[in-house]
């Protein structure tokens, strides 16, 4: 079903419709995901609006946005500002925020991977909290209609709500690598906000929440692995060169079948890391990295090459090898790299205990 | 993915792990380990090879052998699942059967499918019980990759047939009492059309075994000559002229078995430990690569789950076999390439004066056990260009024509 409807609403042509435009999504399609499918509120209690569904769904529904390379606020809204809500507010807020994702809002969440390199700072006096810095890259900052903000505090991190007009917050799009996910750049300047968690005791919901949305990122990632490697291999079936199918020489199919073991890998520790996430188990941060280092370089590997298959004109802009070669090398960068994630990996092994 | 199981198979697998803990030791992870142990001597190798038997035997009396075969050839006829079972209860232990798997997991399965009642009821209980030591006659110098190349020839005479040629490759041929051997009997037909199984009796005068030493020095595997040697033809396995089938089913089990093996403790660890003894554990460039290793194994143990749960649910594994050797292969030459250089000078060494007796040096070497032997990485990613992905095969002109009229046949 999830697949049928990015089908039929993200063909080819309307990635490239919607790329040029300034929004970056179709909010037609964007409220028929929230009114008629339910996309965005699959894994919300029933009790708030939702499907009362699991991180699983939601995986599901990232990795068929991948394929198709669905031009959706979805992994803002859903993955970020929904992981944080889900992780790192509590009571009447969270409700309220569930009920915004539910009905179709577009949420972002300001934030670092790296929460000690968090650049946004708040201060809380007696007229409420001010947040102050510059926060980059944002997806869907431009058009978020609310957004979530992880800032330091003297008592520590915490999340916090600003809402998108507020007084002081200066929102620029950028002009963005991958066409296909939009990013803005947000100056804070003493911008009026709402601590939604419990300033100074939200960081292990924050850590819960970047994990988790690094790893329904590596779910989309997947998603459009799967359609490089199909794409691939369609071509090297039709295409004709000294009298046979491409395909039939061993130079290109090998290098299929290793887009194929790296498919299956990548399938493997997505899933992995999905369910550690889910079940909240120790190895959560490890499985995440794992999956995000492998599948970082898997995706761009498979998308260059998707356009070495294609020959010439696979570097030609009529076709869509060059929006997977965008959106996975960014999409690599996004949420922590991979050699970033696999000094993570490194920490975790005790390298450096004594012998 | 996280499997877990039934009343029933917790209660089996308690079972075997009381059984195991009374008839084994524990595995230490070290150099103390006879079963991991590796850099053989050709004294060592036979050594290892009688334990190895041993083990077996202890096996098969306690019921632990040829959990899925059928009661009547000497098995427990159970499930798959509960030899997997079995088998992650045992990877705790100091055992192997070593040798002995090699007969068990590529000559049970295609004698249970295709023998006659007279050689499972005589072959299938001495392989369980470790009487029998198989060896497997398939490659040859000309037949490698390209397998149904193979030259050794088989003519009928009466009730016999006389096979003369020469094997290569042959793992554990010196200490084996038995073989199955693949042989051409009709030179008429397209090569993989004139092709028989055999079992033929290795210690046969007509058979001569000639250590092969490999780039360690190891002679794991051997040369094997056949002069004018005589096979009954009631050691035909399934029909004559139509082996190639059954070697096939053969070939796929050896390439998910290597794939699939284990070493039980992690590589990872091995290496950190290494790195803190060559003072580089904060080495960012070498965290990099251990934490590449740590990627690959646990690539490797999901494949692994992956291949289980298709077992335990009875259904075809949404893992290809030669996916899962193509990146073990590759995993296992990288991890010993990250060994090599933590040695830093030490690498310089061998034996007795490198660290570990010259382990990590042997493994260095030793890579093409992944990437060619059971088919090589190439043909792997053939076969998944082909039947996973679909590609086209290359054009080809063997297949058709009589084996004697290609010009391959000398």
Known sequence: MVRRFFDETSPSSEVRRLMETEAGYDTD??????????????????????????LTEVALIAREAGRSLACTPYFATVALAGSAVEHASQGAARAELEAAIAAGEVLTLAASPDLDSTPLRAETSSDGTR????????????TASRILVVAAEASGLGLYQVDAQAPGLERRRLQSFDRTRRLARLDFDNVPATAIGTPGEDRPGLERAIDQATALLTSEMLGGMECVLATAVVYAKERQQFGRAIGSFQAVKHRAADLQIAND???????????TVALDLT????????????????????????????????????????????????????????????????????????? | MRIIDTPQEQAFRAEARAWLAANAQPITGTDADWSQARGHTPESEAAHLERAREWQRTLYNGGWAGITWPTEYGGRGLTPTHEMIFNQEQSAFDVTSGFFSTGIHLVGPPLLLHGSEDQRRHYLPRLLSGEDLWCQLFSEPDAGSDLANLRTRAERDGNEFIVNGQKLWTTGAQYADLGILLVRTNWDVPKHSGITWLISDVRDPGVEVRPLVTNTGGTHFNEVFFSNVRVGCDHVIGEVDRGWAVARTVLANESVM?????????????????????GRANDPIVRQQLARVLVNEQILAGFRTRMESAVRAGRRPDIDGSVMKVFWAESRAFKDEIGLELLGDEALLDGSDAPENGHWQGAYLDFPMGTIGGGTSEVHRNGIGERVLGLPKEPREDRTQPFRDLKTTG
């Open chain 1, 283 to 355: 190895e959560r941060p490890v499985d995440v990295s794992v999956a995000k280092s492998f599948v970082s370089e898997a995706f761009a590997h498979a998308a260059h090459d998707n356009i070495q298959i294609h020959g010439g004109v696979g570097f030609t802009w009529e076709y869509d090898t060059h929006l997977y070669l965008r959106r996975a090398r960014s999409s690599a960068q996004l949420l922590g790299d991979a050699t970033w994630h696999r000094e993570r990996i490194a920490a975790s092994l005790s390298v450096a205990e004594p012998n």
């Open chain 1, 131 to 142: 947040i102050c810095g510059t926060q980059f890259p944002v997806p869907d900052g431009h």
């Open chain 1, 29 to 54: 399609v964007w409220k028929r995901m929230a009114e008629e499918l339910g996309l965005q509120s699959v894994a919300i209690p029933e009790a708030r609006g939702g499907q009362g569904l699991g």
């Open chain 1, 265 to 275: 890998a990548a399938l493997t520790l997505v899933d992995q890391a999905l369910e």
């Open chain 2, 258 to 278: 290597i794939g699939s093996s284990s070493y039980g403790t992690r590589d990872v660890d091995l290496l950190a430990r290494l790195a803190r003894r060559a």
